[in-house]
Structure formats: structure tokens, C-alpha cells
């Protein structure tokens, strides 16, 4: 009993003393060594006053993805007060929920709940299991719902005010209005997606099992159908592949040669985002193991029985099916939408922001991930404006030199110059001077006028892109939102971004860049297709131990690595599991 008073005193000093933020105990008891470890958050349960008595800065951030997730993470100022509101209270692990589908990782170990990642030292962070379904600009407050049914008040609708707030509410699956895909389609976007395919595999097995069915009938049961030939319905079919002929063969033995997996693809090719020797690669994999995939078939009906696919050609055709997974891209959510209109942005996919990610004519709302997209300044909407801050002298023609002089700041402010510059393998700016210059003068004496330099700059536009909706893009746009923030004061003082081209003085920051780190395929077979930097592409099972470490390397805690291992040397050793919980 004594030992156990010790151990309360020193909870209680934990707790009564936040600024033992990091301790190690160590003591032994009856022989045996025992070691505590405290990581307390001093901020925990703080109030929204600093030390020097100035009010906090309140943002509000909606969604616990990717986006979210790592501007949560990243941020580190103790001037804020987090608040983020968010129907999920955990973060997932997206791109391992095929593996969860098939019982190869579990759903425990790819989520991490949002109160664990949201105890920081500096910041005050609270969370709200709710869904926000409106957003009000005007008086700067976003109107919820909560999900437990009643808010604190007993109302089940309340509203939160921010200073600032960051829409990271992500994206919801494109159905394209096709009649019957809502209602009897399966979809993989988030941990309960997962699950649900999961019980619906397994139960597909044991209800083909069943007695005085016919073969057909057992066939129509195990026919599993997915359409979209994208990662995530390349990477489920490799699973589910996978998980039938190594696991459930064993199983229910009668079942094997009844099996049948379709993938359905309106596009000519599968992985389309990929290098044409992935594509390749994947399709030929795909033919080899008996996945059969239907290029340019366009879905056009679900029902309960079956899906009507139409070719390119026009021929219609009838599949009868046992389960559909859906899996053909992403569509903006309700409240999105709304907030659209309201703002004058109704005509477009997603949220438009401008390269600091800040939603176009809202000062202090930031829109990230899935649900937005960089709207990139045009360099010919500017071309003036560039032209006379690049003319120094104001002589009205352009040298070289001066050019020089304002390179890095025009190519920070429109990075298609510098892509465009690439894409014609010239070797500096010189070379997209003098292609536009009327004489033939050396590389010194170039001197444009301003006509002039609209040619040499007016095809540098069409290497305007928009960023794909990826993991990979939204996370690392909250770490660039997190830094912004963490130097808002700093920045306002001493700007560290490009000359305003429209205007004088400099940016606050720097513009986003993404920066693209590669992609991986799995394919199944242990062999994954990795397309790396530098346009390297490596396929077969060495590229699937390089999956295997930066999976693991990328999950959001310590807890979930582990978890991720353990569950993968589990499957090594006892294979995947097969029961439908």
C-alpha cells in the first residue's frame, strides 16, 4: 500500500505541476525495476489568455484528415487557441484501408485519436465531436451539429466563433448522380468503409457455402466487382486477390474456382497518374493472376442485381455481381457547396485559394486538402505589372540584367515560368528572351519592349497544373499553413515572401510549394510499382520492402507504427484474419 501512496504523490506532482513536462522515474519494487515516463502538457486545460495578458487568437479547424491532422501537428504557438470540430475524433491512415478490407492490417492500428495528437506543449487545443453545416463569413462564427445528438447547452445545433479558420473537411465519394451506386455500392473512404467491405467479403463466403445453392448462384455471390482504376481500386482488387487465393482458398476450398474479380475502368488504362511502364506493368500483372479488367466500360446503373457497364462503342452489358466496391474519385461536400454560393465561387469543383491557401476574397479563412484547390496566378493577367517592376531604370524596355535581378521573385510568384523554361530544355532566361527579341543580338545586348516580352512570356501559362487530391499534397499543405502561422506576427513585420507585382512591398510568405515525393501501386503478390523522383520507377518485391518502411515511417505516432508491424508480421506468420469483425 505504501508503494502505491508513493505512486499517487507523484501523479499528483504531475498534475499539479505542468511544467514537469518530461521526467524519468526509476525505482524498484520487491526486486523487480520499474520505469515511469511523464510527457505532461503544460498547456493542458489552460486558459485562452497568454502570459502578457493579450487575448488569444482563436482558430477554429474543421477536419481531422490529412490536412488538418498535420497543420494540427506542425503548428506551435502558444498565441492560438485551437478549437477543432470534426464528426471522426481520431485521424486515419488512408492508403492503408485496403489492406484493411482484407484483414492484412486492422483498423485499430491506422487511427490515432485526435486528442492524443492535439496535446501540445504550446498550443491550447480542444476538439468537438460534431459536423459543421455552415459557414458564416460575415460574423465569423461555423454552425454544428453535434454527433452525440445534443450539445452541452441540450441543443443539438450550436455555433463556434473563430478569428481564424481552416476548412480541412476533405472530399466526399463522386457517384456522378449514376442511378443505384448510393444505395448498393460499397465505398473506401474512410475506416468504416473498410470494415463494412470486410464483413461483406467474408459473409459473401460463408452465405456461397451455404447448401442447395446452385454454382451459378455461388458464382453471382463471389463475383466482386470494383469499379475505378485508380490507386484505391487497383490496391483493393490486389488485396482482395490476394486475401481469396492465399487465406480464404484454405477455408472454403469448394470456393475457389467460382471466384471472380472485375475491374471496371472508363479510361483506356488503369493508373492513368502513373508512368506508362506502371500502367503496363499493373494491367499485364492484373491478366496474369485472373483479375479481369474492363477498359473504356462506363457504368451507367446499379441495381440490386446487377451493373450496366457501356463501351466505348456503345454496347451495353449486364453484370451480375456479389459485392461492388466504388472507387472512381472524390466530390465536394454539402457544406462546401453552400459556403461556395455564398461566397460567389458556385461554379466550381472545389474551394478556390490563392497560393497561400487562403479562400479567394476571405482574409482570415484557409482552405486545404481535398475540399480546395490552388487557383495559380496567370503570369499574362500580370504581364504589366511584372513588366514594370522588372524595368528599374523605367526606361521602357527590359535588359537582361534587370530581368535577372527580379527572377526569383517572379519565379516564386508563377513557378510555370520556371516549368515552362524546363519543358523547352532551355538553359536560362537568356534563352526565353532571345526567341522573342525582333534583332539578332548577342545574349548581352538583349533589351525588350514591353510587346516583346508578352511573346517571350506567352505560352508560359500552359504549364499551369492543379495539384492532385492526394494524402501526400494535403499533408504537407498543413505543414506549410502550420509555419505560416507560427510566424504570422514575424512575417507581418519583416515579409519574407516575392515583390507584389500589383502592388508594393513584399508577400508575407513565400507561395505553397508541393513537393512530389513519389507514389506507390501495390500490386499485390508482394510486388508494388514505386514511381520515385527523378523519374526513377522500380517494380517487383524490392519495391515493396520500400513500401513496407515508409508506411510505417509515415504513421502519426509511435503507437500505430508498432501496431502497423506487428500486424503485418502477423499476417507473415498466421495469415490474414477471416473472421467478419
Known amino acids: 500500500m505504501r508503494n502505491f501512496s508513493v505512486f499517487e504523490r507523484f501523479a499528483k506532482a504531475f498534475q499539479d505541476s505542468p511544467s514537469l513536462s518530461r521526467i524519468l522515474v526509476v525505482s524498484t519494487i520487491s526486486g523487480g525495476g520499474v520505469i515511469a515516463y511523464s510527457e505532461a502538457n503544460a498547456s493542458y486545460g489552460a486558459n485562452s489568455v497568454v502570459e502578457t495578458g493579450t487575448k488569444k487568437k482563436k482558430v477554429v479547424l474543421l477536419g481531422t484528415g490529412w490536412a488538418g491532422t498535420s497543420f494540427l501537428k506542425n503548428l506551435d504557438n502558444s ?33 490515432e485519436p485526435i486528442r492524443n495528437i492535439g496535446r501540445k506543449k504550446n498550443v491550447d487545443t480542444s476538439y468537438l465531436e460534431a459536423e459543421c453545416f455552415k459557414i458564416d463569413p460575415a460574423s465569423k462564427k461555423v454552425y454544428c451539429r453535434s454527433k452525440q445528438g445534443i450539445a452541452s447547452n441540450g441543443k443539438k445545433e450550436f455555433s463556434v466563433d473563430y478569428d481564424y479558420l481552416v476548412i480541412a473537411t476533405g472530399a466526399q465519394s463522386n457517384t456522378f448522380n449514376i442511378p443505384g451506386v448510393e444505395e448498393n455500392c460499397h465505398f473506401l473512404k474512410e475506416v468504416e468503409d473498410a470494415q463494412g467491405i470486410r464483413k461483406t467479403v467474408i459473409d459473401s463466403f460463408e452465405k456461397a457455402s451455404l447448401p442447395e445453392l446452385s454454382d451459378e448462384e455461388r458464382k453471382k455471390i463471389l463475383h466482386f ?90 454496347e451495353v452489358s449486364s453484370i451480375p455481381y456479389g459485392m461492388i466496391v466504388w472507387s472512381t474519385g472524390i466530390g465536394t461536400r454539402p457544406v462546401i457547396k453552400d ?9 466550381r469543383r472545389a474551394l478556390a485559394t490563392d497560393e497561400w491557401l487562403r479562400v479567394e476574397g476571405c482574409d482570415n479563412i484557409y482552405a486545404l486538402g481535398d475540399c480546395a484547390t ?9 504581364i504589366s505589372a511584372i513588366f514594370n517592376k522588372a524595368d528599374k531604370d523605367k526606361s521602357g524596355t527590359l535588359t537582361l540584367q534587370e530581368f535577372q535581378e527580379a527572377m526569383d521573385d517572379i519565379c516564386a510568384r508563377y513557378p510555370q515560368l520556371e516549368l515552362y523554361m524546363k519543358s523547352k530544355r532551355m538553359r536560362g532566361i537568356a534563352d526565353l528572351l532571345l526567341q522573342a527579341q525582333a534583332d539578332d543580338g548577342s545574349k548581352k545586348n538583349i533589351e525588350l519592349k514591353i510587346e516583346e516580352f508578352k511573346s517571350a512570356l506567352s505560352q508560359v501559362d500552359s504549364q499551369v497544373k492543379f495539384l492532385p487530391a492526394t494524402a501526400q499534397v494535403a499533408a504537407q499543405q498543413g505543414t506549410y499553413l502550420a509555419k505560416c502561422f507560427d510566424r504570422m506576427e514575424a512575417c507581418e513585420k519583416n515579409p519574407e515572401g516575392p515583390i507584389r507585382m500589383r502592388g508594393e512591398g513584399r508577400h508575407r510568405f513565400r ?71
Not at 374 to 382: A, G, L, S
Request: some cysteine; glycine content about 8%.
Open 79 to 111: 498565441s492560438y487557441e485551437v478549437q477543432v470540430i470534426s464528426p471522426r475524433n481520431y485521424f486515419a491512415f488512408t492508403p492503408l484501408l485496403p489492406s484493411v478490407t482484407c484483414g492484412t492490417v486492422e483498423a485499430r492500428s491506422v487511427v
Open 339 to 347: 459556403f461556395m454560393k455564398q461566397i460567389g465561387q458556385g461554379n
Open 511 to 581: 507561395p505553397f510549394r508541393y513537393k512530389h515525393l513519389g507514389q506507390f501501386a501495390p500490386l499485390g503478390g508482394e510486388q508494388t510499382a514505386a514511381e520515385l523522383p527523378g523519374d526513377w520507377v522500380s517494380i517487383g518485391h524490392s519495391s515493396q520492402w520500400l513500401w513496407y518502411s515508409v508506411y510505417a515511417s509515415k504513421q502519426v505516432s509511435w503507437r500505430t507504427r508498432v501496431l502497423v508491424v506487428s500486424d503485418w508480421m502477423r499476417r507473415f506468420i498466421f495469415g490474414r484474419d477471416s473472421s467478419s469483425i
Open 374 to 382: 490552388i487557383n495559380q496566378r496567370k503570369v499574362m493577367e500580370d
Open 225 to 314: 466487382v470494383v469499379v475505378g482504376g485508380g490507386p484505391t481500386g487497383v490496391e483493393f482488387a490486389a488485396e482482395l486477390h490476394d486475401f481469396v487465393n492465399e487465406d480464404l482458398v484454405r477455408l472454403y476450398p469448394k470456393a475457389k474456382d467460382l471466384v471472380r474479380i472485375t475491374l471496371l475502368e472508363a479510361a483506356d488504362h488503369i493508373l492513368t497518374m502513373f508512368d506508362k511502364r506502371i500502367t503496363e506493368f499493373a494491367e499485364a500483372k492484373f491478366n496474369r493472376d485472373g483479375i479481369d479488367v474492363k477498359l473504356g466500360s462506363m457504368v451507367t446503373k446499379v441495381n440490386e442485381k446487377d451493373i450496366s457497364a457501356k463501351t466505348k462503342g456503345g
